[in-house]
Protein backbone atom coordinates (compact mmCIF):
# COMPACT_ATOMS: atom_id res chain seq x y z
CA UNK A 1 0.00 0.00 0.00
CA UNK A 2 3.13 2.28 0.54
CA UNK A 3 3.48 1.99 -2.87
CA UNK A 4 -0.07 3.44 -4.00
CA UNK A 5 0.71 6.18 -1.75
CA UNK A 6 3.75 7.06 -3.64
CA UNK A 7 2.40 6.71 -7.21
CA UNK A 8 -0.62 9.11 -6.02
CA UNK A 9 1.96 11.80 -4.86
CA UNK A 10 4.07 11.26 -8.03
CA UNK A 11 0.90 12.14 -9.44
CA UNK A 12 0.57 15.83 -7.91
CA UNK A 13 4.12 15.96 -8.03
CA UNK A 14 3.66 15.83 -12.10
CA UNK A 15 0.52 17.68 -12.56
CA UNK A 16 1.76 20.65 -10.10
CA UNK A 17 5.50 20.92 -10.99
CA UNK A 18 6.08 20.89 -6.93
CA UNK A 19 7.79 18.60 -4.81
CA UNK A 20 4.65 16.73 -2.71
CA UNK A 21 4.83 15.21 0.89
CA UNK A 22 2.78 13.59 2.29
CA UNK A 23 1.64 13.26 5.84
CA UNK A 24 -0.99 11.26 8.05
CA UNK A 25 -3.11 13.28 10.32
CA UNK A 26 -0.19 13.40 13.11
CA UNK A 27 2.10 14.56 10.83
CA UNK A 28 4.33 11.52 10.02
CA UNK A 29 5.38 11.05 6.61
CA UNK A 30 4.64 8.62 4.34
CA UNK A 31 5.65 9.49 1.17
CA UNK A 32 7.45 12.64 -0.81
CA UNK A 33 8.10 13.35 -4.37
CA UNK A 34 11.05 15.08 -6.34
CA UNK A 35 10.38 16.89 -9.47
CA UNK A 36 11.02 15.69 -13.05
CA UNK A 37 12.74 18.00 -15.60
CA UNK A 38 11.18 18.19 -19.45
CA UNK A 39 13.85 15.32 -20.47
CA UNK A 40 12.96 13.17 -17.49
CA UNK A 41 15.78 13.46 -15.06
CA UNK A 42 15.61 14.73 -11.65
CA UNK A 43 16.06 18.04 -11.11
CA UNK A 44 17.41 19.66 -7.73
CA UNK A 45 14.79 20.61 -5.78
CA UNK A 46 14.04 24.12 -4.64
CA UNK A 47 16.13 25.34 -1.75
CA UNK A 48 14.97 22.97 0.66
CA UNK A 49 13.89 24.92 4.02
CA UNK A 50 14.88 22.78 7.19
CA UNK A 51 11.16 21.90 7.96
CA UNK A 52 10.92 19.58 4.95
CA UNK A 53 14.39 18.35 5.39
CA UNK A 54 13.55 17.08 9.34
CA UNK A 55 10.03 15.47 8.15
CA UNK A 56 11.98 13.31 5.15
CA UNK A 57 15.11 12.47 7.66
CA UNK A 58 13.05 11.79 10.57
CA UNK A 59 9.95 11.18 9.15
CA UNK A 60 8.02 13.45 11.31
CA UNK A 61 7.42 17.01 11.93
CA UNK A 62 8.15 18.80 15.04
CA UNK A 63 5.18 20.24 17.13
CA UNK A 64 6.64 23.64 16.65
CA UNK A 65 5.98 23.47 12.95
CA UNK A 66 2.60 21.12 13.58
CA UNK A 67 1.52 23.98 15.95
CA UNK A 68 2.21 26.77 13.34
CA UNK A 69 0.07 24.78 10.82
CA UNK A 70 -2.76 23.58 12.18
CA UNK A 71 -3.06 27.61 13.34
CA UNK A 72 -4.42 28.09 9.92
CA UNK A 73 -7.37 25.83 10.28
CA UNK A 74 -5.81 22.93 8.12
CA UNK A 75 -7.64 19.77 10.10
CA UNK A 76 -10.95 21.88 9.50
CA UNK A 77 -10.15 23.02 5.46
CA UNK A 78 -12.32 21.48 3.04
CA UNK A 79 -10.14 23.33 0.23
CA UNK A 80 -6.17 23.80 -0.47
CA UNK A 81 -4.72 26.66 1.65
CA UNK A 82 -2.09 28.85 1.03
CA UNK A 83 0.62 28.81 3.78
CA UNK A 84 3.42 31.73 4.59
CA UNK A 85 6.23 31.36 5.31
CA UNK A 86 7.58 31.82 8.88
CA UNK A 87 11.74 31.92 9.11
CA UNK A 88 11.01 31.89 13.23
CA UNK A 89 9.61 28.53 12.64
CA UNK A 90 12.09 27.17 10.20
CA UNK A 91 9.37 27.34 7.67
CA UNK A 92 11.86 29.52 5.24
CA UNK A 93 9.31 28.83 2.07
CA UNK A 94 5.59 28.87 1.65
CA UNK A 95 3.36 25.97 0.90
CA UNK A 96 -0.03 25.39 -0.28
CA UNK A 97 -1.79 22.22 1.88
CA UNK A 98 -4.31 19.98 0.40
CA UNK A 99 -6.03 18.20 3.32
CA UNK A 100 -6.57 14.46 2.62
CA UNK A 101 -10.40 13.87 3.29
CA UNK A 102 -12.34 11.14 3.30
CA UNK A 103 -16.02 10.98 4.31
CA UNK A 104 -15.50 14.44 5.85
CA UNK A 105 -12.80 13.21 8.08
CA UNK A 106 -9.29 14.48 7.29
CA UNK A 107 -6.78 11.22 7.06
CA UNK A 108 -3.67 13.70 6.54
CA UNK A 109 -2.26 16.63 3.74
CA UNK A 110 -0.59 17.31 1.36
CA UNK A 111 1.90 19.78 0.97
CA UNK A 112 3.54 21.70 -1.92
CA UNK A 113 6.60 23.66 -1.49
CA UNK A 114 6.25 27.51 -3.15
CA UNK A 115 9.09 28.74 -4.18
CA UNK A 116 7.36 31.43 -6.05
CA UNK A 117 5.91 29.55 -8.98
CA UNK A 118 3.14 28.33 -7.68
CA UNK A 119 1.96 32.30 -6.36
CA UNK A 120 -0.27 32.66 -9.30
CA UNK A 121 -2.06 29.05 -8.74
CA UNK A 122 -5.60 29.76 -8.01
CA UNK A 123 -6.92 27.88 -5.18
CA UNK A 124 -10.39 28.42 -5.82
CA UNK A 125 -13.25 29.76 -3.31
CA UNK A 126 -16.65 31.48 -3.34
CA UNK A 127 -15.63 33.77 -6.08
CA UNK A 128 -14.12 31.67 -8.42
CA UNK A 129 -12.95 27.91 -9.08
CA UNK A 130 -9.54 26.36 -9.10
CA UNK A 131 -6.59 26.05 -11.18
CA UNK A 132 -7.54 22.83 -13.12
CA UNK A 133 -4.45 21.56 -12.29
CA UNK A 134 -5.06 22.20 -8.50
CA UNK A 135 -8.39 20.61 -9.18
CA UNK A 136 -7.02 17.84 -10.71
CA UNK A 137 -4.51 17.34 -7.67
CA UNK A 138 -7.15 17.25 -5.17
CA UNK A 139 -9.22 14.55 -7.15
CA UNK A 140 -5.45 12.36 -6.30
CA UNK A 141 -5.98 13.68 -2.99
CA UNK A 142 -9.54 12.54 -2.20
CA UNK A 143 -7.98 8.97 -3.81
CA UNK A 144 -5.32 9.37 -0.81
CA UNK A 145 -7.78 9.67 1.80
CA UNK A 146 -9.90 6.70 0.41
CA UNK A 147 -6.59 4.38 0.67
CA UNK A 148 -5.63 6.01 4.06
CA UNK A 149 -9.23 5.60 5.66
CA UNK A 150 -9.65 1.95 4.28
CA UNK A 151 -6.14 1.48 6.10
CA UNK A 152 -7.31 2.80 9.36
CA UNK A 153 -10.83 0.63 9.38
CA UNK A 154 -8.03 -1.79 9.09
CA UNK A 155 -5.71 -0.98 11.68
CA UNK A 156 -8.87 -0.56 14.07
CA UNK A 157 -10.09 -3.85 13.50
CA UNK A 158 -6.61 -5.49 14.46
CA UNK A 159 -6.46 -3.13 17.28
CA UNK A 160 -9.86 -4.24 18.81
CA UNK A 161 -8.76 -7.89 18.59
CA UNK A 162 -5.22 -6.84 20.05
CA UNK A 163 -7.57 -5.16 22.88
CA UNK A 164 -9.13 -8.44 23.38
CA UNK A 165 -5.82 -10.48 23.56
CA UNK A 166 -4.83 -8.27 26.25
CA UNK A 167 -7.09 -7.30 28.12
CA UNK A 168 -10.56 -10.13 27.72
CA UNK A 169 -11.74 -12.50 30.06
CA UNK A 170 -9.92 -16.26 28.40
CA UNK A 171 -12.80 -16.89 26.52
CA UNK A 172 -12.94 -13.82 24.70
CA UNK A 173 -9.21 -13.43 24.73
CA UNK A 174 -8.83 -17.27 22.94
CA UNK A 175 -11.19 -16.05 20.41
CA UNK A 176 -9.64 -12.99 19.44
CA UNK A 177 -6.21 -14.68 19.57
CA UNK A 178 -7.55 -17.09 16.86
CA UNK A 179 -8.52 -13.96 14.34
CA UNK A 180 -5.51 -11.78 15.13
CA UNK A 181 -3.61 -14.97 13.78
CA UNK A 182 -5.71 -15.58 10.89
CA UNK A 183 -5.36 -11.76 9.91
CA UNK A 184 -2.10 -11.58 10.61
CA UNK A 185 -1.06 -14.44 8.75
CA UNK A 186 2.60 -15.35 8.25
CA UNK A 187 3.31 -12.03 10.86
CA UNK A 188 1.38 -13.87 13.91
CA UNK A 189 4.49 -16.20 13.85
CA UNK A 190 6.99 -14.01 15.03
CA UNK A 191 9.29 -13.03 16.38
CA UNK A 192 7.43 -9.97 17.37
CA UNK A 193 7.31 -7.59 20.43
CA UNK A 194 5.24 -4.95 22.42
CA UNK A 195 5.49 -1.17 22.68
CA UNK A 196 4.06 0.44 25.30
CA UNK A 197 3.85 4.11 24.83
CA UNK A 198 2.92 5.66 28.59
CA UNK A 199 0.33 8.34 28.31
CA UNK A 200 -1.42 8.31 24.81
CA UNK A 201 -4.34 10.59 24.16
CA UNK A 202 -6.95 8.63 22.14
CA UNK A 203 -9.38 10.95 20.12
CA UNK A 204 -11.95 13.11 21.30
CA UNK A 205 -13.97 15.98 19.99
CA UNK A 206 -13.27 16.33 16.69
CA UNK A 207 -11.12 13.36 16.68
CA UNK A 208 -13.30 11.00 17.87
CA UNK A 209 -13.99 9.70 14.47
CA UNK A 210 -10.17 9.43 13.96
CA UNK A 211 -8.84 7.72 17.05
CA UNK A 212 -5.43 8.25 15.85
CA UNK A 213 -3.42 4.57 15.88
CA UNK A 214 -0.65 5.07 14.19
CA UNK A 215 0.65 3.59 10.87
CA UNK A 216 4.47 3.11 10.95
CA UNK A 217 6.38 0.43 8.96
CA UNK A 218 7.09 -2.56 11.16
CA UNK A 219 3.28 -1.99 13.48
CA UNK A 220 1.20 -4.96 12.50
CA UNK A 221 -1.20 -4.04 15.13
CA UNK A 222 -2.15 -0.97 17.43
CA UNK A 223 -4.70 -0.38 20.33
CA UNK A 224 -4.79 1.98 22.91
CA UNK A 225 -5.65 0.93 26.11
CA UNK A 226 -7.58 2.85 29.31
CA UNK A 227 -5.43 3.55 32.54
CA UNK A 228 -5.39 2.86 35.89
CA UNK A 229 -4.40 3.64 39.38
CA UNK A 230 -0.45 3.54 38.04
CA UNK A 231 -0.34 4.44 34.77
CA UNK A 232 -2.28 6.68 32.48
CA UNK A 233 -3.93 6.04 29.36
CA UNK A 234 -1.65 3.64 27.01
CA UNK A 235 -0.67 2.42 23.46
CA UNK A 236 0.39 -0.87 22.34
CA UNK A 237 1.67 -1.69 19.55
CA UNK A 238 2.44 -4.82 17.88
CA UNK A 239 5.42 -5.01 16.04
CA UNK A 240 7.29 -7.35 14.05
CA UNK A 241 11.00 -8.17 14.72
CA UNK A 242 13.87 -9.16 12.10
CA UNK A 243 15.12 -11.17 14.36
CA UNK A 244 13.98 -12.70 18.04
CA UNK A 245 17.77 -11.37 19.63
CA UNK A 246 17.41 -7.63 17.70
CA UNK A 247 14.77 -5.36 19.70
CA UNK A 248 16.10 -2.40 17.21
CA UNK A 249 13.02 -2.45 15.19
CA UNK A 250 10.64 -2.29 18.54
CA UNK A 251 12.93 0.58 19.47
CA UNK A 252 12.77 2.76 16.45
CA UNK A 253 8.95 2.27 16.86
CA UNK A 254 9.08 3.42 20.30
CA UNK A 255 10.50 6.31 19.30
CA UNK A 256 8.92 7.52 16.49
CA UNK A 257 5.67 7.22 18.69
CA UNK A 258 6.84 9.73 21.48
CA UNK A 259 7.41 12.40 18.86
CA UNK A 260 3.14 11.42 17.97
CA UNK A 261 1.05 14.45 19.55
CA UNK A 262 -0.82 11.93 20.94
CA UNK A 263 2.06 10.97 23.26
CA UNK A 264 0.83 13.93 25.06
CA UNK A 265 1.78 13.98 29.05
CA UNK A 266 -1.72 15.09 30.73
CA UNK A 267 -0.18 12.73 33.49
CA UNK A 268 -3.27 10.58 35.65
CA UNK A 269 -6.32 12.35 37.19
CA UNK A 270 -5.25 11.89 40.01
CA UNK A 271 -1.53 13.64 39.18
CA UNK A 272 -3.92 16.46 37.58
CA UNK A 273 -5.81 16.44 41.30
CA UNK A 274 -2.53 16.97 43.10
CA UNK A 275 -1.77 19.72 40.55
CA UNK A 276 1.35 18.26 39.33
CA UNK A 277 3.06 19.39 36.31
CA UNK A 278 2.64 17.55 32.86
CA UNK A 279 5.10 15.12 32.35
CA UNK A 280 6.91 13.87 29.47
CA UNK A 281 6.02 10.66 27.67
CA UNK A 282 7.86 7.35 28.12
CA UNK A 283 8.15 3.94 25.78
CA UNK A 284 8.51 -0.03 27.00
CA UNK A 285 9.65 -2.53 25.01
CA UNK A 286 8.90 -6.20 26.15
CA UNK A 287 11.13 -9.40 25.11
CA UNK A 288 10.87 -10.83 21.99
CA UNK A 289 8.34 -13.65 21.42
CA UNK A 290 7.11 -15.77 18.62
CA UNK A 291 3.28 -16.33 18.26
CA UNK A 292 0.52 -14.55 20.43
CA UNK A 293 -0.02 -16.89 23.51
CA UNK A 294 2.14 -14.73 25.36
CA UNK A 295 0.90 -11.46 24.56
CA UNK A 296 -0.57 -10.51 27.55
CA UNK A 297 2.67 -11.21 29.80
CA UNK A 298 4.74 -9.44 27.09
CA UNK A 299 1.94 -6.34 27.55
CA UNK A 300 2.33 -6.20 31.40
CA UNK A 301 6.87 -6.62 30.53
CA UNK A 302 6.20 -3.47 27.65
CA UNK A 303 4.06 -1.59 30.29
CA UNK A 304 6.58 -2.06 33.30
CA UNK A 305 10.04 -0.84 31.17
CA UNK A 306 7.45 2.11 30.58
CA UNK A 307 6.61 2.88 34.26
CA UNK A 308 10.45 2.30 34.76
CA UNK A 309 11.39 4.68 32.09
CA UNK A 310 8.71 7.75 33.27
CA UNK A 311 10.17 7.20 36.71
CA UNK A 312 13.46 7.31 36.09
CA UNK A 313 15.01 9.26 33.60
CA UNK A 314 18.53 7.20 33.51
CA UNK A 315 16.24 4.74 31.95
CA UNK A 316 14.15 6.29 29.39
CA UNK A 317 12.71 7.66 27.17
CA UNK A 318 12.17 3.89 26.15
CA UNK A 319 13.45 1.52 28.21
CA UNK A 320 13.70 -2.64 27.51
CA UNK A 321 12.17 -5.01 29.95
CA UNK A 322 15.20 -6.87 30.22
CA UNK A 323 17.08 -3.34 31.05
CA UNK A 324 15.09 -2.22 33.93
CA UNK A 325 16.48 -4.39 36.67
CA UNK A 326 14.73 -3.98 40.34
CA UNK A 327 11.70 -2.57 38.69
CA UNK A 328 11.02 -5.93 36.93
CA UNK A 329 9.67 -7.13 40.03
CA UNK A 330 8.82 -3.70 41.64
CA UNK A 331 5.93 -2.83 38.90
CA UNK A 332 4.52 -6.04 39.25
CA UNK A 333 3.74 -5.03 42.51
CA UNK A 334 -0.16 -3.58 44.11
CA UNK A 335 0.36 0.21 44.83
CA UNK A 336 1.28 1.07 48.19
CA UNK A 337 2.03 3.49 50.59
CA UNK A 338 6.00 4.23 51.71
CA UNK A 339 7.18 1.52 54.57
CA UNK A 340 6.58 3.84 57.39
CA UNK A 341 10.34 4.07 58.10
CA UNK A 342 11.48 5.66 55.06
CA UNK A 343 8.08 8.07 54.66
CA UNK A 344 9.64 11.10 56.68
CA UNK A 345 12.30 10.51 53.78
CA UNK A 346 9.76 11.16 51.41
CA UNK A 347 8.82 15.18 52.36
CA UNK A 348 9.45 17.35 49.84
CA UNK A 349 11.93 19.02 52.51
CA UNK A 350 14.07 16.02 52.26
CA UNK A 351 14.47 15.44 48.78
CA UNK A 352 18.29 15.77 48.70
CA UNK A 353 18.40 13.34 51.42
CA UNK A 354 16.38 10.85 49.40
CA UNK A 355 18.09 11.64 46.52
CA UNK A 356 21.72 10.88 48.21
CA UNK A 357 20.36 7.97 49.82
CA UNK A 358 19.35 5.99 46.70
CA UNK A 359 22.62 7.10 45.05
CA UNK A 360 24.81 5.61 47.77
CA UNK A 361 22.82 2.51 47.41
CA UNK A 362 23.40 2.50 44.15
CA UNK A 363 26.78 2.61 44.36
CA UNK A 364 26.34 -0.79 46.54
CA UNK A 365 27.17 2.00 49.65
CA UNK A 366 30.70 3.00 48.31
CA UNK A 367 31.48 6.26 49.45
CA UNK A 368 33.85 7.22 46.65
CA UNK A 369 31.49 6.74 44.13
CA UNK A 370 28.88 8.56 45.67
CA UNK A 371 30.44 11.50 46.47
CA UNK A 372 31.60 11.32 42.86
CA UNK A 373 28.49 10.78 41.23
CA UNK A 374 26.58 13.59 43.41
CA UNK A 375 29.54 15.76 43.18
CA UNK A 376 30.02 16.45 46.98
CA UNK A 377 32.70 15.95 49.59
CA UNK A 378 33.20 13.06 50.81
CA UNK A 379 31.89 14.75 54.64
CA UNK A 380 28.92 16.05 53.06
CA UNK A 381 28.08 12.85 52.20
CA UNK A 382 28.61 11.01 55.77
CA UNK A 383 26.43 14.38 56.94
CA UNK A 384 23.45 13.30 54.84
CA UNK A 385 23.61 9.73 55.52
CA UNK A 386 23.64 10.39 58.92
CA UNK A 387 20.68 12.48 58.72
CA UNK A 388 19.22 9.79 56.63
CA UNK A 389 19.87 7.34 59.62
CA UNK A 390 18.28 9.75 62.69
CA UNK A 391 15.08 10.10 59.86
CA UNK A 392 14.95 6.69 58.92
CA UNK A 393 15.76 4.95 62.51
CA UNK A 394 17.52 2.50 59.73
CA UNK A 395 20.54 1.19 59.95
CA UNK A 396 22.47 1.34 56.88
CA UNK A 397 25.34 -0.83 57.62
CA UNK A 398 22.49 -3.25 57.75
CA UNK A 399 21.87 -5.59 54.64
CA UNK A 400 17.88 -5.96 55.28
CA UNK A 401 17.63 -2.15 56.06
CA UNK A 402 19.42 -1.16 53.08
CA UNK A 403 16.82 -3.30 51.35
CA UNK A 404 13.77 -1.92 52.45
CA UNK A 405 15.23 1.53 51.91
CA UNK A 406 16.61 0.66 49.03
CA UNK A 407 13.47 -0.58 47.90
CA UNK A 408 10.79 1.95 49.00
CA UNK A 409 12.98 4.14 47.43
CA UNK A 410 12.48 2.49 43.67
CA UNK A 411 8.77 1.38 44.34
CA UNK A 412 7.85 5.28 45.37
CA UNK A 413 9.24 6.37 41.63
CA UNK A 414 6.61 3.79 40.37
CA UNK A 415 3.45 5.35 41.36
CA UNK A 416 0.99 7.08 43.78
CA UNK A 417 0.81 8.31 46.38
CA UNK A 418 4.15 9.96 45.52
CA UNK A 419 5.80 8.48 42.53
CA UNK A 420 5.73 11.57 40.84
CA UNK A 421 6.63 13.55 43.48
CA UNK A 422 10.01 11.78 44.39
CA UNK A 423 10.38 11.34 40.77
CA UNK A 424 10.71 15.24 40.29
CA UNK A 425 12.93 15.91 43.65
CA UNK A 426 15.30 12.94 43.07
CA UNK A 427 15.83 13.92 39.21
CA UNK A 428 14.79 17.56 39.64
Known amino acids: MRDDYQQLVDEITAVLRAPATLENRDFALIAFGAQDSEDGEDTEEPALDPVRTRSILQRRSTSAVRAWFEAFGIARAQAPLRIPPDPAAGVFMGRICLPVRHRGVVHGYVWLLDDGHLSDLELGGPTGAPDPRLARAMETAARIGALLAAEARAGEELGELLRDV ?27 ALVAVVPWTPGTGEDADHPGLPHLPGIVAACAL ?27 TAE ?7 ATAGGTAAAVARGEPPTKAAAGVSAPRRGLEELPAAWQEALAAARAAHADPR ?3 VAEWSAIGPYRLLAALPALQPDAAVRPLLEPAHA ?34 SRVRQLTGLDLDAGEDRLLLHMTLKAARLGPPVGSAINRALYP
Open 166 to 192: LTAPPAGRDAARTQLRTALRGAADGPL
Open 226 to 252: PGDATAGAGLAALVRLRAATALDPART
Open 256 to 262: QLLRSPR
Open 315 to 317: LGP
Open 352 to 385: ELARTAETFLDCAGQAGRTAQRLGIHRQTLYYRL
